[in-house]
Nanobody, 120 residues
């Protein structure tokens, strides 16, 4: 089953930036999947944040549009999430996963995620 490994999370001040990485593992090729970034804040349900399709089109949740950018590097088998102008409400564990026609139904295995904390 397709699985990804997330990394790059950290503690950052409001207004700061981070770049998260999502590397396909176990022989999977990220290039053949639509890949989405998701996040789960304490006490809340996991929510979709951004998506990159196999044809390299991108889409974003309203809460992050204009601040976050998703991109792919097929040579590195990795999908990135550049996060700028971070806010305390962006604090969450961030995950990536493969999805089909709907970002709300990812079908791969969930990884460990990477913690992003936005605080002064």
């Amino acid at each position: 089953q397709v699985q990804f490994v997330e990394s790059g999370g950290d503690l950052v001040q409001p207004g700061g930036s981070l770049r998260l990485s999502c590397a396909a593992s176990g022989g999977s090729r990220a290039s053949v999947y639509n890949v989405g970034w998701y996040r789960q804040a304490p006490g809340k349900q996991r929510e979709w944040v951004a998506g990159s399709t196999r044809s390299d089109s991108t889409t974003y949740a309203a809460s992050v549009k204009g601040r976050f950018t998703i991109s792919r590097d097929d040579a590195q088998n990795t999908v990135y999430l550049q996060m700028n102008s971070l806010k305390p409400e962006d604090t969450a564990v961030y995950y990536c996963n493969a999805a089909g026609h709907s970002w709300s139904n990812p079908f791969g295995s969930w990884g460990q995620g990477t913690q992003v904390t936005v605080s002064s």
